[in-house]
């Protein structure tokens, strides 16, 4: 499956941003989806997942009540709407997929396919 991500841009701190994720080639309901960021010298970290009918959802503590993760599998497309901004959210968003043949996404197991990346870059 062909991922390509898009939404990202330059916000004030305390600001929102919706990413999507739109995917290509591939049965998206089979795929958990999984949100990463790599912010720069630092290494790529998970962010949000999503099982694939999207009964289950993941976050990293840092952006739990802030950030929510979903799907609209109608239109083979995920989202991370991320709201009250802060300046360490800056870094480079990745979705990635992860084929499933069960309704669970799994952060022990590597994902499938990545997209290119889209940039946030929130502002103090």
């Known amino acids: 499956v062909q991922l390509v991500e898009s939404g990202g841009g330059l916000v004030q701190t305390g600001g929102s941003l919706r990413l999507s994720c739109a995917a290509s080639?591939?049965?998206?309901?089979?795929?958990?989806m999984g949100w990463f960021r790599q912010a720069p010298g630092k290494e790529r970290e998970f962010v949000s997942a999503i099982s694939r009918s999207g009964g289950t959802r993941y976050y990293v503590d840092s952006v739990k009540g802030r950030f929510i993760i979903s799907r609209d599998n109608a239109k083979n497309t995920v989202y991370l709407q991320m709201n009250t901004l802060k300046p360490e959210d800056t870094a480079v968003y990745y979705c990635a997929a992860q084929y499933s043949d069960y309704d669970v996404v799994s952060l022990k197991i590597e994902f499938d396919s990545w997209g290119q990346g889209t940039q946030v870059t929130v502002s103090s």
């Open positions: 080639g591939g049965t998206f309901s089979m795929y958990g």
